[in-house]
């Protein structure tokens, strides 16, 4: 038996008394860490925004990615620990053409979203029968969007291999301060660009530093093309103008 809280921590698939995972736990603070992202579902396509960390003026902020194009009719925007996320994000894509390629149409959201979670809850300790796996839970939360035959569809995903679908949500280190403006000024029936002001207002009252068209990242897929198109520089510029 182990004796004490950290012969439990080193244990990933242990339980401890008080029936906590500590490692899976840990990882979800990971997430608390991370830099901020939402995702919003209107009739008309789902939006994708993300703040980008520039530590320096000298990065290229386009080298760093916070929205992820997984198929032309699905993205994901990540928080936590960003390495994680680029794994889940090359697993989905993968999945999604092999979909593609065996059934001749695209997956849709909900699948794919499964997909993930399922490689979230393999982690531990591999036996000589199976594949490697990874040794700790993954550290990070993603909000998996997309438009399929049921419409447009948000999933927020998390290091425990859950999945709950939303209508809008922020993650990341100021997720509290997104959802209380989503809850008071979300609804429905907004238009696209619309939705689209209001995730650049949401960033725009949680950024520490002052929001700007470097410092985020913005994206939606329309329900009437299904395709998925990142806003320009320009484009983001115009939005935070009108908010």
């Given amino acids: ?9 080193r244990g990933v698939n242990t339980f401890s008394p008080e029936g906590r995972l500590f490692q899976v736990e840990y990882a979800l603070q990971a997430i608390k860490l991370g830099a901020s992202a939402l995702a919003i579902k209107v009739n008309d396509g789902v ?5 980008r960390k520039l530590n ?18 699905i993205a994901c925007t990540a928080s936590g620990f960003i390495p994680d996320a680029r794994t889940l994000v ?22 794919l979203t499964q997909i993930v979670c399922d490689l979230a809850l393999d982690f531990g300790e591999s036996d000589s029968k199976s594949k490697t796996k990874m040794s700790r839970p993954y550290g990070v939360a993603l909000l998996i969007a997309g438009v399929s035959d049921h419409g447009p569809q ?10 709950i679908e939303y209508q809008a949500k922020g993650i990341g280190a100021a997720d509290e301060g997104i959802q ?8 429905q ?7 689209e002001r209001l995730a650049i207002l949401c960033l725009k009252n949680v950024m520490e530093e002052k929001i700007n068209n470097s410092n985020v990242e913005l994206a939606v897929i329309t329900t009437a093309e299904r395709r998925y ?5 320009e484009q983001i510029q115009s939005l935070i103008d009108k908010v």
Avoid: C, W
């Fill in 229 to 233: 198109t990142q806003r320009t520089s």
């Fill in 56 to 73: 320096s003026t000298l990065l290229e902020p386009r080298s760093i990615e916070k929205i992820y194009e997984i198929d032309t009719h």
């Fill in 47 to 51: 939006v994708l925004a993300g703040e």
């Fill in 1 to 9: 038996m182990f004796q004490n809280k950290t012969d439990y921590d």
């Fill in 180 to 187: 209380s403006i989503l809850k008071e000024q979300y609804k």
């Fill in 154 to 163: 948000i999933y927020q995903t998390d290091p425990t291999g859950t999945m």
């Fill in 189 to 195: 029936d907004l238009t696209l660009e619309q939705a």
């Fill in 90 to 111: 090359e697993h989905a894509r993968v999945e999604s053409q092999n979909h593609k390629f065996n059934y001749g149409e695209p997956i849709n959201v909900r699948a």
